[in-house]
């Protein structure tokens, strides 16, 4: 039967207390602060939707893994911001374990070194239990896009000197079978509903952190930040796109690094990155 869906929480959750009692405290006007007061009203509207078939069980990491997302938005999302990376939604083995986008858990742990607690969501599939920092699947996606940009920086602090990295909906969607749903696979109304909330959100980051252009991680996450900023009147934030790492897609098993770094070169966003 298909399940209603409600954000709820087992009460067991690091930190829910403290989170609970944030949402209302006004944003300090820094860019980290503005960047997760956007992501708490978010939360609080996506609380509100439902979701029939195929939809059986929806994570969301920016509620039990609050504590290690917080941890990589204030030690990273300073001001001076020129380029937003944008994912679509958390992978099971990635942000839906650490909290942090794209994030395979040995560059989480290794190279961003982002800490805290993470709890679990209120209902688990039994075969995508939440492990957190201690989860020992890597995600494919995650471990080539921070891994082809440590090679590319040394060090976290060069990247995030000019970038950010974000998802559009923090979600993560299954079946009954435990198969990850992309939001593309909801039913229309459903997706639509959750997407239109999601662009909502994304216009509020991108003027939080005040970025000249937004770089879509697959062309759902392109089209759809498109589609936000201009029909909100956005007009002095490019966007534009690069391939997805994800191994279901068979060009980038072919070698996504030098098509990564071609599109980069190709936008002007190399030198902002480059150590050399």
Known sequence: KPQGFLLSTSGNEPGLSAL????????????????LQAEQELNALLRGLTFGEPVRYIYNPLEYAWDTHRCYVEKYCQPGKTVLFLGMNPGPFGMAQTGVPFGEVKSVVDWLKISGEVGRP???????????????????SGARFWGFFRKLCGEPEQFF??????????????????KNL????????????????????????????????????????????RRALSSSGVVNVRVEGVMHPSPRNPLANKGWEEVAKAKLADLGVLPLLSSS
Request: aromatic content about 4%; proline content about 7%.
């Open 182 to 225: 992309t939001p593309p696979e909801l039913p229309a109304a459903e997706r639509e509903k959750l997407l239109s909330l999601c662009d909502a959100a994304l216009c509020k980051v991108v003027e939080a952190l005040d970025v000249s252009m937004v770089i879509g991680v697959g062309k759902v996450a392109e089209q759809r930040a």
């Open 161 to 178: 000197r000019h970038c950010f990295v974000h998802n559009l909906c923090p979600l993560i969607f299954m079946s009954a079978s435990g």
């Open 122 to 140: 209120a209902e688990e599939h039994p075969k995508r239990r939440i492990l957190g920092l201690g989860c020992t699947q890597s995600e494919v």
């Open 20 to 35: 609970q009692n944030r949402v209302s405290e006004p944003a300090d006007g820094t860019p980290s602060s503005r960047f």
